[in-house]
């Protein structure tokens, strides 16, 4: 019995060792799409709540400037994150190419400036 509660005491150790502390950052997205046409709507996709690889994280254009925007908070445990922004839905940029990876970099709050299908 003893041998039991030993064992099941390590093994909780070992579960709450390994979870490491979120950090909450914020993060401002200003995304350039100008040089696209046919806009229905914007989003960004990622790894990490808010965001999601299967529902885009809405942007917007309010001004009609051709930039959206959006403002988000993540908490994780890791100092980058993987993303990638959509169009229409359905059309993610950078057929073929690599995630975008976005490093904090020990900041707490950035933002991510990007242009639609340039890395």
Request: aromatic content about 10%.
């Amino acid at each position: 019995m003893m041998k039991t509660i030993q064992i099941c005491c390590g093994l909780m150790l070992l579960c709450f060792a390994c979870v490491q502390p979120t950090i909450p950052h914020k993060i401002e997205v200003e995304l350039d799409m100008r040089r696209v046409e046919n806009i229905q709507t914007v989003g960004i996709r990622g790894e990490y709540p808010p965001l999601s690889w299967n529902e885009d994280f809405a942007l917007s254009d309010p001004d009609g400037d051709g930039i959206y925007t959006g403002n988000f908070i993540m908490d994780i445990p890791y100092d980058d994150f993987r993303y990638k922004f959509v169009l229409n839905g359905s059309e993610f940029e950078l057929p073929g190419q690599d995630n975008r990876v976005m490093n904090f970099e020990g900041k707490t709050e950035l933002t991510l400036t990007a242009v639609f299908n340039q890395p």
